[in-house]
């Protein structure tokens, strides 16, 4: 009897683990009608345009529209930069920008909002002057946060 407890124990462990796990998508829309959209977390491509779904937070990634004059990093282009997190306390959670620091240059409109939470937040760069972009590295007024579980990222270029 008492290792059917255990059993039964584990298992209940095991199955809230796995309904409370963290989940996180990247979803992309390229309406300029050329390029592959790119998701590149550490110097590898996650996704070259489908959706990447995750099970677990997903750190420092950035994404761009590789149009052939892109480097893997993102050089020349205009990024989109995000960490997706549960929060663990406050100000902890998710994160995205829209960086164009040298190296980085903007290259096509492009732009993120969250959905699944925070629905909507989000921020474009339609000009190579927009407002709303990291031109140096303490900008940091420009971070849209969200402070939801299992959100996710819609990036679009030329909207």
Do not use: W
């Not at 893997?72 to 920008?97: K, M, Q, W, Y």
């Not at 699944?116 to 989000?122: E, V």
């Amino acid at each position: 009897m008492l290792s059917f407890l255990k059993a039964f124990s584990l298992t209940s462990l095991i199955f809230v683990a796995s309904v409370n796990a963290e989940r996180h998508t990247v979803h992309f829309e390229n309406k300029c009608g050329r390029g592959t959209p790119r998701l590149v977390q550490d110097g590898k491509i996650l996704s070259r345009g489908k959706d990447f779904t995750i099970k677990g937070p997903l750190e420092a990634a950035i994404a761009y529209l590789q149009t052939g004059s892109c480097g893997l990093n993102g050089d020349g282009c205009t990024i989109v930069e995000a960490t997706l997190v549960n929060p663990t306390e406050p100000g902890s959670g998710s994160s995205a920008d829209i960086s164009l620091i040298p190296p980085l240059k903007f290259s096509v409109p492009s732009g993120f909002s969250y959905f699944n939470g925070c629905d909507g937040d989000g921020a474009d760069c339609k000009t190579a002057s927009c407002p709303n972009a990291f031109r140096k590295p303490d900008d940091t007024d420009v971070q849209v946060g969200c402070q939801e579980d299992d959100v996710n990222l819609k990036i679009t270029f030329c909207e």
